[in-house]
């Protein structure tokens, strides 16, 4: 036989495509010809293969091999594609039947020696070919556990090229499925961020309680030492576990971006993201040449966005935040591609009163600087922003009485989730589940809060204090305080904290 085929998934972003490989072995002068749009990694595959081979005890073809990845028009980058080359180079070649092949989608790196190496992307590509009707999958034993993330799929993990061999011939092959991974050892309890360690800030914690339970977002503004940090870091204690299409979904962002820490394959807690002010735009968006990456607003998807010292950022980086805000992805064009990545995040922003950071009177800025240090802060962006609260330097006196209101994050947490089922229960027959995702149109149509409470918004539009966007951020607050509060709907006092909190005292 002169002509074999195998599979393998290209990966644009966290979207997979099926490619068919197709190896034909002619006569001729030797030399190895590789078609359909490959990037230098996959160019360099000839080698890596030729060696593998060797090592492994199989002959490498005499003659020309032409091999070709379809579709041609489809831009195909990594390693990801040498274990499936070699298969179907040793099955042209009669070395291998090609039965057991026929089908299977393989993915794994190949080392000189042979190995089996785990590469990133194995959960998007899996689910990608299992859609297309793919059920069985062999990649290296470091993806196995990731690959049997999966439902209804065969999973075949391999050490070597020669295992693989083995099993296509012979059918001699360990468990097709892996045992599940052995937990990793969790830090000592008392370890474990809590919302209880940030004292002396109750108007805070309030507000990051508030935050969680509707999803919204959060700007901290106070001299340092105060907890903003903190309390950001401890958010994501306070949030839900994912669900598992989330969970899916935050997965395979880490899985692409080679975040995915050995032996817990499944990201099941909000993820939390804190970028240097250093960070370019491309590094937040997501983006570089050729192969585009995700940012860190995707790999912060379902989960937090921490912005320390956020006028530290060149104002374009903060500006290219809005559109993940609005539209919960990020569409990076190419020449070649259009690649998108799934960017829907809480933003937690945080700020020092001004340049100097010193508290009150020992600060010596005058007002011109102050103004030029918040103007990288645009007014767009601070519009999105739904909760803006402001910490105040605190005194020994007050952290010492905070200690016996302080609560834990599993107290706060099971509030948040109380709330979280009260909205999603209200918004069930629409595509939302959390307050902070409900289009304003649909808000006021469907969920009008009682007539007495838009006479504070009211005022403030007229006063020109708060725009039409303000309003609907400003109500969907006030539909996570009810929430909170186990209320049927917000009145007069929901509605006039979440204005206050929408507006803050800084700004």
Same mark, same amino acid.
């Given at each position: 036989m002169t002509l074999a085929? =195998?599979?393998?998934?290209?990966?644009?972003?966290?979207?997979?495509?099926?490619?068919?490989?197709?190896?034909?072995?002619? &006569?001729?002068?030797?030399?190895?010809? %590789?078609?359909?749009?490959?990037?230098?990694?996959?160019?360099?595959?000839?080698?890596?293969?030729?060696?593998?081979?060797?090592?492994?005890?199989?002959?490498?073809?005499?003659?020309?091999?032409?091999?070709? %990845?379809?579709?041609?028009?489809l831009p195909k980058a990594g390693s990801m594609f040498d274990l499936a080359i070699a298969a179907a180079v040793l099955a042209a070649e009669g070395a291998v039947p090609p039965d057991p092949l026929a089908g299977t989608v393989l993915i794994a790196e190949l080392g000189l020696d042979g190995r089996a190496r785990p590469v990133r992307g194995v959960l998007p590509a899996v689910i990608a070919a299992r859609e297309r009707g793919h059920d069985r999958f062999v990649v290296a034993r470091g993806n196995a556990a990731e690959a049997a993330l999966v439902p209804d799929?065969?999973?075949?993990?391999?050490?070597?090229?020669?295992?693989?061999?083995?099993?296509?011939?012979?059918?001699?092959?360990?468990?097709?499925?892996?045992?599940? /991974?052995?937990?990793?050892?969790?830090?000592?309890?008392?370890?474990? /961020?809590?919302?209880?360690?940030?004292?002396? $800030?109750?108007?805070?914690?309030?507000?990051?309680?508030?935050?969680?339970?509707?999803?919204?977002?959060?700007?901290m503004l106070g001299p340092p030492g105060t907890g903003k940090s903190l309390l950001a870091e401890r958010l994501p204690t306070v949030l839900p576990r994912l669900d598992p299409a989330a969970a899916l979904e935050a997965t395979a962002i880490h899985s692409v971006a080679g975040l995915l820490p050995a032996g817990s394959p499944l990201v099941t807690v909000p993820p939390f993201a804190a970028p240097h002010h250093t960070s370019t735009r491309s590094a937040i968006i997501g983006g570089g040449s050729g192969h585009p990456a995700p940012g860190w607003v995707s790999k912060a998807h379902r989960g937090v966005l921490f912005v320390d010292e956020a006028p530290q950022f060149g104002r374009g980086v903060l500006d290219s935040l809005r559109e993940p805000l609005e539209?919960?992805?990020?569409?990076?064009?190419?020449?070649?591609? =259009?690649?998108?990545?799934?960017?829907?995040? $809480?933003?937690?922003?945080?700020?020092?009163?001004?340049?100097? *950071?010193?508290? &009150?009177?020992?600060?010596?800025?005058?007002?011109?600087?102050?103004?030029?240090?918040?103007?990288?802060?645009?007014?767009?962006? %601070?519009?999105?922003?739904?909760?803006?609260?402001?910490?105040?330097?605190?005194?020994?006196?007050?952290?010492?009485?905070?200690?016996?209101?302080?609560e834990s994050s599993a107290v706060v947490g099971a509030r948040v989730l109380a709330a979280r089922e009260r909205a999603a229960a209200r918004l069930e027959r629409t595509p939302w589940t959390a307050n902070a995702q409900v289009p304003g149109a649909h808000l006021r149509r469907e969920f009008p809060v009682e007539p007495g409470a838009l006479r504070i918004l009211g005022t403030a539009m007229d006063q020109g204090r708060i725009s039409a966007r303000g309003?609907?951020? =400003?109500?969907?607050?006030?539909?996570?305080?009810?929430d909170l509060a186990d209320r049927d709907r917000p009145g007069e006092e929901?509605? *006039?904290?979440?204005?206050?909190?929408?507006?803050g005292r800084a700004w």
């Open positions: 085929r =195998t599979h393998c998934v290209a990966l644009l972003g966290v979207e997979g495509h099926v490619v068919e490989i197709e190896v034909h072995l002619g &006569g001729g002068d030797p030399g190895v010809t %590789l078609v359909g749009l490959p990037d230098a990694a996959l160019r360099e595959a000839r080698d890596r293969i030729r060696a593998a081979l060797a090592n492994s005890g199989e002959a490498w073809p005499s003659g020309q091999i032409t091999i070709s %990845l379809s579709p041609a028009s799929i065969e999973v075949v993990a391999v050490d070597s090229l020669e295992e693989l061999c083995r099993w296509a011939r012979e059918g001699l092959f360990p468990e097709a499925r892996p045992p599940d /991974p052995a937990p990793r050892p969790r830090r000592p309890a008392d370890t474990e /961020p809590d919302l209880a360690d940030v004292l002396g $800030q109750p108007v805070a914690r309030r507000a990051v309680e508030i935050a969680a339970a509707g999803g919204h977002n959060l700007m539209r919960g992805e990020v569409v990076l064009a190419r020449a070649s591609s =259009t690649v998108v990545f799934p960017a829907r995040f $809480q933003l937690v922003m945080a700020a020092n009163p001004c340049p100097c *950071a010193k508290p &009150g009177a020992l600060c010596d800025c005058p007002a011109g600087e102050r103004r030029r240090y918040f103007s990288r802060i645009s007014g767009p962006l %601070l519009d999105r922003i739904d909760l803006k609260v402001e910490l105040p330097q605190v005194g020994r006196a007050e952290l010492l009485a905070d200690r016996a209101f302080a309003v609907d951020r =400003t109500l969907r607050v006030a539909w996570t305080l009810a929901e509605v *006039a904290y979440a204005f206050a909190l929408w507006s």
